[in-house]
């Protein structure tokens, strides 16, 4: 897929996207991978997809239906984006129903996993699927018909529905019928029993969609009436909370507001519907939903497929590689192990050594979560403060700062109510946390708090000590044993100091715009990553090695792009790992003959942002929340601290080499902006790798 522009310099944001979501699906197509990862990929590429029609595509379409004609930075209008993102799109998904109408089906069948048909089972099996459809399903289906009586229903964002052409057999009048299909309340799958099957294999499952028992079991729902005709669409709406911070006196409030009109919906910026969809049903919907055809997308798999990663809860092991597979990092493992209350704690090792954690290789839970629990139970400990912006549903990191606020500890949490899609989740964790007695603060008007850190104050003989956390990614227990990232346990003290200003300034009690070592953004950072820069470019001009390596999910900011050719130029060799967007070209003759690009994608999503500067063999490393974008640079709080520590520098290194080396998770890009995997040996594969080299 190529994505050259017209002036060759900077790659279409969007279109950058897109390819990340095409390695995402060629990825579950490889053959090593085992069936129900390969259903993992193909639902993430999906999910994926859905998010960015509910926000980018949505986006691009309200600048195009204003006739906005900003253009991007590689020339493109918005609508002429939107033409080229369809396309492509379009390409993607019919890949991608090919590939689960064949060969994973195939597989699935091969594994003992079937999908049924309604009209490919035995009359037998169809009446206990029919039984089920009056028992389970039929009593929460609500037909709503479209006359002039009843306008056109609201279709709610990203729900699976059916239209029918229904005719009344006394007045021969036909009328479209909607029914949203409730795959929320009785999910997608029906299983049914082996029994009725009447397979002896106890590995076996069968199942059928829901979607299917109910278009099957229509004359029941339709007593007295004729269906024509049935098929099944999906919408996707304009989804990106709009929030006038400026305007709201209460922020928990404006937001949970905002969510109400989300859950509702905005615009529709995307029709799925069935390949086979009659004409008839076809046009009252676009009529009914106000869309037009070129954001009509034609399926011929099943819709949402999504859904398919219900089929992991299937518990078959031998279908899906073991993830779960952290110890405790090797620094605390004596701790942890060590019951005697003299022996020394965290606490005592932090004062002799700073820790470089990098999970999920190094478990979360005897590490992070321990770090919380322990300061919550110690007396010594006066109080704690952290920031959460993504925190898993049963949350053992809440429960311990609840657990610190009842051992009467001062506890200050800074919940980023504005966390895209996770914004209800997060309002019901701080009114949970404001109610167990914690100081709860929102952040800064205007921009997001990003930043994953934690502080614990502890008093020792009489003075205050400052123990902290700074990590890649967030206090999420759940999140952490798939993602792959870093965190720092230390008490530097002049970091500690500039966590105290960071907090107080998110509390509101501080202008603090300067700190001594923390790059803050928006403040210090893009001035320093400038500065380490331009002494790279500087160094190499005086014929002095220099070399930049650098490891996070997007590079999209123009300034440090152009910086980065400069560089290339100048004779800095420059390795990027860039897992998402990537708007940079590599490999171009008299621009960037320097930089080699490459992306990870593996078991784990790579989430970890490392940058290391060769400065004249006296390297700095650094690692923290923020990718090279405008919006992390200049519209987020986000906090990136220094690696300091020899050995833990010598960790960073290696670990990047790791990554450089691989050659199985690996795609790297060319000159014209395209990816090509690299070759799939297993002798180098970076994520696997880890689990043995970590430890």
Request: overall charge positive.
């Amino acid at each position: 897929m190529s994505v050259e522009n017209l002036d060759n310099k900077y790659i279409n944001r969007e279109l950058s996207w897109i390819q990340f979501n095409q390695r995402v699906l060629l990825t579950g197509m490889e053959k090593d991978y085992k069936v129900l990862d390969k259903i993992k990929f193909c639902s993430i590429f999906s999910n994926n997809l859905d998010e960015f029609f509910m926000v980018r595509v949505a986006s691009l379409k309200a600048q195009a239906d204003a006739e906005i004609q900003k253009k991007s930075l590689d020339g493109l209008t918005p609508q002429e984006q939107l033409n080229i993102i369809n396309e492509k799109v379009k390409n993607l998904t019919s890949i991608q129903e090919n590939f689960v109408n064949n060969e994973l089906r195939k597989e699935l069948e091969k594994s003992g996993i079937f999908i049924k048909q309604y009209k490919n089972l035995s009359k037998d099996q169809q009446i206990w699927c029919d039984n089920y459809f009056l028992s389970s399903i039929f009593p929460l289906l609500t037909p709503l018909v479209v006359d002039p009586a009843h306008p056109f229903p609201f279709i709610s964002n990203l729900s699976l529905n059916l239209a029918a052409l229904i005719t009344d057999t006394e007045s021969s009048k036909n009328q479209l019928v909607r029914v949203k299909i409730p795959t929320k309340s009785i999910g997608r799958f029906v299983q049914i029993p082996n029994e009725i099957i009447k397979t002896n294999n106890r590995r076996d499952h069968y199942f059928m969609t829901v979607e299917d028992l109910i278009g099957n079991n229509l004359d029941k729902l339709f007593n007295g009436m004729k269906c024509i005709n049935y098929s099944f669409f999906r919408v996707t709406r304009d989804a990106d909370l709009e929030l006038k911070e400026l305007e709201a006196d209460d922020l928990l409030i404006a937001v949970e507001k905002s969510l109400q009109k989300r859950r509702i919906g905005g615009d529709v910026v995307r029709l799925e519907v069935e390949e086979n969809i009659p004409k008839s049903i076809l046009n009252l919907l676009t009529e009914g939903i106000s869309i037009t055809k070129e954001y009509i997308y034609f399926s011929k798999s099943l819709l949402g497929l999504d859904d398919l990663n219900l089929l992991n809860k299937i518990n078959r092991k031998d279908l899906r590689e073991n993830l779960l597979i952290g110890k405790t990092n090797k620094s605390l493992k004596e701790i942890n192990s060590n019951s005697d209350p003299k022996f020394k704690s965290l606490f005592h090792l932090l004062k002799k050594e700073d820790i470089l954690l990098h999970h999920p290789y190094d478990l979360f839970s005897s590490s992070i979560e321990e770090f919380i629990n322990k300061a919550a139970d110690d007396p010594l400990v006066m109080a704690i403060k952290i920031t959460l912006y993504r925190v898993s549903k049963d949350s053992p990191i809440i429960e311990a700062l609840i657990k610190a606020a009842e051992n009467g500890k001062e506890v200050m949490t800074l919940v980023e109510l504005k966390a895209r899609f996770d914004e209800d989740n997060n309002i019901q964790w701080a009114k949970q946390l404001e109610q167990s007695g914690i100081h709860v603060v929102y952040g800064i008007i205007g921009f997001k708090t990003h930043t994953k850190i934690s502080l614990i104050i502890r008093k020792e003989k009489g003075r205050l000590r400052n123990y902290f956390h700074i990590g890649t990614g967030n206090y999420n227990s759940t999140t952490s044993k798939f993602y792959t990232d870093l965190g720092l346990l230390s008490t530097d003290t002049e970091i500690a100091s500039d966590l105290i200003e960071l907090f107080n300034y998110l509390s509101g009690f501080s202008k603090q715009k300067n700190y001594k070592k923390l790059l803050v953004s928006p403040f210090s950072m893009r001035k320093k990553f400038n500065y380490l820069i331009n002494r790279e470019i500087y160094n190499a001009k005086k014929g002095l090695k220099a070399e930049i390596i650098a490891k996070m999910n997007s590079l999209v900011d123009p300034e440090i792009i152009e910086l980065l050719y400069q560089a290339s130029e100048a004779g800095v060799k420059i390795n990027l790992i860039i897992r998402g967007i990537c708007c940079l070209y590599p490999k171009k003759i008299n621009l960037s003959e320097n930089i080699r690009v490459v992306s990870i994608i593996g078991h784990f999503l790579e989430h970890s942002r490392i940058f290391w500067f060769y400065n004249n063999d006296n390297p700095e490393a650094y690692i923290g929340s923020a990718d090279w974008m405008r919006r992390n640079l200049d519209r987020r709080i986000e906090a990136i601290t220094p690696i300091e520590d020899i050995k833990l520098k010598k960790q960073l290194y290696e670990l990047l080499n790791i990554y450089l080396k691989d050659s199985y998770c690996s795609w790297e890009m060319d000159s014209n902006g395209n990816y090509s995997k690299s070759q799939t040996s297993k002798i180098n594969h970076s994520q696997f790798d880890l689990i043995e080299k970590w430890h």
